[in-house]
T-cell receptor
Framework: EVQLVESGGGLVQPGGSLRLSCAAS????????MNWVRQAPGKGLEWVSG???????HYADSVKGRFTISRDNSKNTLYLQMNSLRAEDTAVYYC???????????WGQGTLITVSS | DIQMTQSPSSLSASVGDRVTITCRAS??????LAWYQQKLGKVPKLLIY???ILESGVPSRFSGSGSATDFTLTISSLQPEDVATYYC?????????FGQGTKVEIK
């Protein structure tokens, strides 16, 4: 059974940093399409970042230059390093992935990031 | 970047009704489109990918169609358990943009 478990969320001040983790089981992070998707309170889904074959990384314009996606194959874990956080980054962050490009078959339960002073 | 626009933003229909949600891409994306269902307080669930392929385990009352810029998600006979927000998502290339969502309620 595939499980994705996010951690690292919490309250952070504007301008601060946070690193999210997504630990996978039953699924190999290194060879699949790994993504972060967020959802602000009461709002829709927003794709944030993805890391694909050959470690190609992609970002939404809203986070480009501030967030960095990476993976540790030895730990089978996906990360999202978030710097220069803003109030508008407040959201539940989901780790989402799939075996096939474009398909988000598997989702974690999400971790809440609140950016506030 | 390609923008994804869903319509309507919300709808209310009776049990048994046929419901159609539209998703339009600002540029052609071939059939690189998925649909997700998100029930209140739950994690999104993949319904359809490649515009028209039903994900395993998804009820056959759900169907998808379209290509290039215009896509539809159809629920052939709305059921109470279909109350949710539905999102389209394009994946021809990054960014994998979502539509703004369509909230479906029972009348």
């Amino acid at each position: 059974e595939v499980q994705l478990v996010e951690s690292g969320g919490g309250l952070v001040q504007p301008g601060g940093s946070l690193r999210l983790s997504c630990a996978a089981s039953g699924f190999t992070v290194s060879s699949n399409y790994m993504n972060w998707v967020r959802q602000a309170p009461g709002k829709g889904l927003e794709w944030v970042s993805g890391i694909y074959s050959g470690d190609n990384t992609h970002y939404a314009d809203s986070v480009k230059g501030r967030f960095t996606i990476s993976r540790d194959n030895s730990k089978n874990t996906l990360y999202l390093q978030m710097n220069s956080l803003r109030a508008e980054d407040t959201a539940v962050y989901y780790c989402a992935s799939g075996y096939t490009y474009g398909k988000l078959d598997y989702w974690g339960q999400g971790t809440l990031i609140t950016v506030s002073s | 970047d390609i923008q994804m626009t869903q319509s309507p933003s919300s709808l209310s229909a009776s049990v048994g009704d046929r419901v159609t949600i539209t998703c339009r891409a600002s540029q052609g994306i071939s059939n690189n489109l998925a649909w997700y269902q998100q029930k209140l307080g739950k994690v999104p669930k993949l319904l359809i990918y490649a515009a028209s392929i039903l994900e395993s385990g998804v009820p056959s009352r759900f169907s998808g169609s379209g290509s290039a810029t215009d896509f539809t998600l159809t629920i052939s006979s709305l059921q109470p358990e279909d109350v949710a927000t539905y999102y389209c998502q394009k994946y021809n290339s990054a960014p994998w943009t979502f539509g703004q969502g369509t909230k479906v309620e029972i009348k």
